[in-house]
Nanobody, 123 residues
Framework: QVSLNESGGGLVQAGGSLKLSCAASGRTFGYQTMGWFRQAPGKERAFVAAISLSDAVEYYADSVKGRFIISIDNAKTTQYLQMNALKPEDTAVYYC????????????????WGQGTQVTVSS
């Protein structure tokens, strides 16, 4: 089993930055991709970013490309999401995920999900 624990959410003004962290524990060798999804009130869950643990290839949703950066530590157990130039539409609960998806943006393919951390961007 794998446990994912997010941290770093909070309230920030538009144009500001936040850095989310996600620490994995348990069978951390049991997947090859980590990533982030988000869900805003009244909206469906949406892909944000993902990173391949084998070759560090990064994937981003068009809505965050150029503003968000995903990274992973050398131990490949903690991933980060640096969020810059935040907009009110980035307000959501952000979920850390891990798994072996065929497509990085396919939420159904991820086996492990964190509890989520709230990010609120004020205008």
């Amino acid at each position: 089993q794998v446990s994912l624990n997010e941290s770093g959410g909070g309230l920030v003004q538009a144009g500001g930055s936040l850095k989310l962290s996600c620490a994995a524990s348990g069978r951390t060798f049991g997947y090859q991709t980590m990533g982030w999804f988000r869900q805003a009130p009244g909206k469906e869950r949406a892909f944000v970013a993902a990173i391949s643990l084998s070759d560090a290839v990064e994937y981003y949703a068009d809505s965050v490309k150029g503003r968000f950066i995903i990274s992973i530590d050398n131990a490949k157990t903690t991933q980060y999401l640096q969020m810059n130039a935040l907009k009110p539409e980035d307000t959501a609960v952000y979920y850390c995920v891990a798994g072996d998806p065929t497509y990085a943006d396919d939420g159904k393919s991820y086996d492990y999900w964190g509890q989520g951390t709230q990010v609120t961007v004020s205008s």
